[in-house]
């Protein structure tokens, strides 16, 4: 049975819909008002929310901001008069699911109200009665039928152990995609580790995935058992996998055959339990036809293969993620900034979009950021969407992202030993302090 809250102040309107629903097998919450859906809301959660758009103190739409910004997944369809339609319009551009006229016919009524209980069922909110664990897919936003493909199939081989190669351009939410895969396995319960490929210095490669010993080699101060060993029973999740050097490529192949990993300087390997989920933004296949990528590994780690469409090819889901981007960012920023003015979000969905849904979030800051009203106007998206260029970083900020990342792996692998860290980094410890300045890093926090 099937949980729905209606909202309505006419309580003759109400009622017809409570009996409508209940006649379909439905079980129904009724509120008269807004205040008193978000009072039930805090003590049981509904699959689908139906409100009147039109009602005293909180209409239906400002009933629908509260309501998204604790339950984004939530299913929202507006009740409205033919004279309303153009406000039910913008309400749908805000993220409503969708919005029924009155008067309405009990078959058209029902088909929109299976329509969404069928998304709420997809999007896997956590609603009661559902099977735990139905939360998995949570941080992903979504109502892109090619999205929804990936995770049916996600969701379905989360339940083996068999090795994931996620294929998706950068900003298509990759790493989201495989904590999602984590959550919904039997392995949910324990962790997953994230490393990028690409981020770490080849020297401090092996030692970072492998772990070792303490004294094998100057500045390993103490022992670190190392990412694949940190997942025991859990998942690795190895990102831009294509930027793995050919040497440790042999390495981690070695440890995928064996099961086992042996710390740098170790005398014993130890064995490992863990499922390997990777992803890159390159083709691999053509990594391996160009040589830079063993094939062995490649059919090792491409068990299963997923691949991830780009925004610009689940254009559906840039209102609804413009609109989640906003909400969350103007909590964090302390701004009074609630929708989008006329013409802003068609502007967002035309966007070519190279940088994909990171490039999106980043939009949405900007005009957070600097808008002075409750509305982001279109001007402001056009300003924001101009100043976006490629994803290539300029040299220089290139350079000073590599050095923070560097000057903190060194710290953590020596637990904040500066001396043992400039050795490590062959340079002086003048030079180093001053690196560390430079960037505004204290080595008092990496200390063990």
Sequence with gaps: MTRILIVDDDAALLRLLSLRLRHEGHEVIEASSGEAALAKLDHELPALLITDLRMGGMDGLQLF??????????PVLMLTAHGTIPDAVKALQRGVFGYI??????????????????????L???????????????????RSPRMEQVLTEARLLAQSDAS????????????????????????????????????????????????HVKGAFTGAVRDNPGLFVSAQRGT??????????????????????????????????????????????????????AGRFREDLFYRLNVVGLHLPALAGRREDIPLLAHHFLVTLAQRYGKAVRGYAPGALEALAAAPWPGNVRQLQNVVEK??????????????????????????????????QFER????????????????????????????????????IDPAAFKA
């Design 65 to 74: 901001e509260a309501v998204h910004r604790r339950h984004p997944l939530l």
């Design 101 to 122: 006229t009155k008067p309405f016919e009990a078959r058209e009524l029902m088909a929109e109200v299976e329509r969404a209980l069928a998304a709420s069922s997809a």
């Design 124 to 142: 896997g909110a956590d609603m009661p009665g559902d099977e735990p664990g139905e939360a998995w897919r949570e941080s992903i936003l979504t």
């Design 164 to 211: 994931v190669l996620i294929h998706g351009d950068s900003g298509t939410g990759k790493e989201l995609l495989a904590r999602a895969i984590h959550a919904a396995s039997p392995r949910g319960g324990a962790p997953l580790v994230a490393v990028n490929c690409g981020a770490i210095p080849e020297n401090l490669m092996e030692s970072e995935l492998f772990g």
């Design 236 to 289: 690795v999740f190895l990102d831009e996998i294509a930027d793995l050097p050919l040497a440790m490529q042999v390495k981690l192949l070695r440890v995928l055959q064996e099961r086992e990993v042996r710390a740098v300087g170790g005398a014993r390997a130890q064995r490992i339990d863990v499922r390997v989920i990777s992803a890159s933004h390159r083709r691999l296949e053509d990594e391996v036809a």
């Design 367 to 400: 005009c957070v950021v600097l808008s002075t009203t409750a509305q982001v106007p279109l001007t402001l998206v056009q300003r924001a969407l101009s100043t976006q260029g490629g994803e290539h970083l300029p040299f220089d900020e290139a350079r000073r």
């Design 405 to 440: 990342d560097y000057l903190t792996q060194v710290l953590k692998l020596t637990s904040g030993n500066v001396t043992q860290a400039a050795k490590l980094a062959q340079r002086n410890r003048t030079d180093f302090y001053a690196l560390l300045g430079r960037h505004q």
